[in-house]
């Protein structure tokens, strides 16, 4: 990421490019959580399922050295195996998103290696998990597969959505039992208020989102816990109030069975058909804080984790502060 960072950004002076490719081979998911927008804008394409070819296609076309894969629940789609040892033979790193269902069906299909991981959706411990997913059983079966990867040499994350009304302790004892667990890395970032979501009231304002994430990380150093936490430090200083970025949104851009989604993971104005089209054509100064309502409140790494590392270039000590972590 560091090689390929300075060639774009101080070899080749490029204004835009992906530093993490968000691919979406299909949309269909086996849950219907409160907070997923997903389940609701895609609900009329569910059949559809992209080929190992346009995977590969679209993996080269972006040119990242990262590439998540949500969806949609991606353990759903029959060849996810060859799309992600395609991805990884092309030398990129895979990070899998799933809720933990289906994973025990990757074990031996997809081996372990150092390029691939997975990414589990865990929102909070068994009775808040579980609320956030509409089903229970959901918590002891996902991290039941969780340990059984980590046992067989999986590299294994987390992402935890932040909602209102859940209290920090909820997050401390999470973030306790994942690195118990063995889990590499924890990701979070507050729910964004998707406007194909009914239920508003559960997602957080921003300054909101800032208190209780300080308070979160104030009780994890109150009591001497070292959380392996996956973003980065500059990210979460950012999550904690401490830091104002630009967004970003362009460096994580998102592939669906619909195209290149305009402008971003979270909000789809539209969709085209290539990367170049979606640079070039959407007016990117048209969105963020202060500039779309609808970003008002967003606080997500899609948008922002890029823009603290780009914005390290320019100020020493946060490179320093990147490298360390």
Same mark, same amino acid.
């Given at each position: 990421?560091? =090689? ?7 070899? &080749? *002076? ?18 219907? %959580? ?5 389940? *609701? &804008?895609?609900?009329?394409?569910? /059949? ?11 993996? &080269? ?7 998540? $894969? !949500? ?7 029959? #060849? $996810? /195996? ?15 998103? =799933? ?12 081996? !372990? ?9 865990? /929102? ?39 909602? *209102?009304?859940?209290?920090?302790? +909820?997050?401390? +004892? ?11 890395? %924890? ?14 009231? #559960?997602?957080?304002? *921003? ?39 630009? %967004? ?5 851009? =998102?592939? =669906? ?6 402008? %971003? ?18 007016d990117w100064d048209a969105y963020g804080t202060d500039r779309d309502p609808r970003c008002a409140n967003c606080l997500m790494h899609c948008g ?22």
């Amino acid at each position: 990421m560091a =090689t390929y960072l300075v060639k774009k950004r101080l070899i &080749e *002076r490029s204004d835009r490019f992906p530093v993490t490719l968000m691919l979406e081979p299909l949309e269909i998911c086996n849950l219907e %959580c409160h907070g997923c927008g997903r389940i *609701r &804008e895609y609900a009329d394409v569910f /059949d559809k399922r992209m080929s190992v070819d346009e995977c590969l296609r679209v993996a &080269e076309e972006a040119g990242a050295p990262i590439v998540n $894969i !949500p969806g949609g629940e991606p353990m759903i789609h029959k #060849q $996810i /195996d060859e799309i992600v040892l395609g991805i990884q033979a092309q030398g990129r790193f895979v990070y899998m998103c =799933t809720n933990g269902l289906l994973m025990n069906k990757a074990f031996g299909k997809i081996p !372990p290696s150092d390029r691939f991981s997975f990414v589990v959706h865990i /929102d909070g411990m068994r009775e808040v998990h579980d609320h956030a997913v509409a089903r229970e059983g959901v918590f002891d079966k996902a991290t039941t597969y969780m340990k059984e990867a980590i046992a067989l040499g999986y590299r294994v994350c987390t992402n935890t959505t932040i909602f *209102r009304g859940t209290p920090a302790e +909820e997050y401390v +004892e999470l973030f306790a039992f994942l690195k118990d667990m063995g889990v590499e890395g %924890c990701i979070t970032a507050p729910g964004f208020d998707y406007d194909s979501v009914s239920d508003r009231e #559960q997602f957080l304002a *921003r300054q909101e989102s800032q208190a209780l994430y300080s308070e979160v990380h104030d009780r994890c150093d109150e009591l001497g816990m070292d959380v392996p936490f996956y973003n980065n430090p500059l990210f979460h200083e950012f999550l904690q109030g401490k830091r104002e970025y630009r %967004c970003t949104a362009w460096a994580m851009p =998102t592939y =669906t069975v619909e195209g290149w989604r305009s402008p %971003c993971y979270l909000l789809a104005d539209k969709h085209v058909s290539s990367l170049k089209e979606l640079y070039d054509e959407t007016d990117w100064d048209a969105y963020g804080t202060d500039r779309d309502p609808r970003c008002a409140n967003c606080l997500m790494h899609c948008g922002y984790e890029a823009s603290t590392i780009l914005d390290s270039f320019s100020s020493p000590r946060d490179l320093v502060a990147l490298a360390r972590s």
